[in-house]
Nanobody
């Protein structure tokens, strides 16, 4: 069974950058599409970005397009989310997910101050 653990969150100022990591164990990621989601206090969980199994195809929510980049390193069994030009509205707990599976990490908190 796949287990996912996110890291890299923190408290930053608007305009700063962060890189989140999601390390998988138990299964190889090479055959899985992967995604990042986020959930802000009092809000529904929302899609952020996804990457195909090979790492060559990506998709993004409109709110993060051109600021965030998702990537996948199958050799390291890890996916990443490079977040640039962070905004206060990006504040949330960020979770990674194996697309199509109910497999989630505990999340990493990102807080962006204005």
């Amino acid at each position: 069974q796949m287990q996912l653990v996110e890291s890299g969150g923190g408290l930053v100022q608007a305009g700063d950058s962060l890189r989140l990591s999601c390390a998988a164990s138990g299964r190889s990621l090479k055959n899985y599409d992967m995604a990042w989601y986020r959930q802000a206090p009092g809000k529904e969980r929302e899609f952020v970005a996804a990457v195909g199994w090979s790492g060559s195809s990506t998709s993004y929510a409109d709110s993060v397009k051109a600021r965030f980049t998702i990537s996948k390193d199958n050799a390291k069994n890890t996916i990443y989310l490079q977040m640039n030009d962070l905004k206060p509205e990006d504040t949330a707990i960020y979770h990674c997910n194996a697309v199509g599976f109910d497999t989630w990490g505990p999340g990493t908190q990102v807080t962006v101050s204005s």
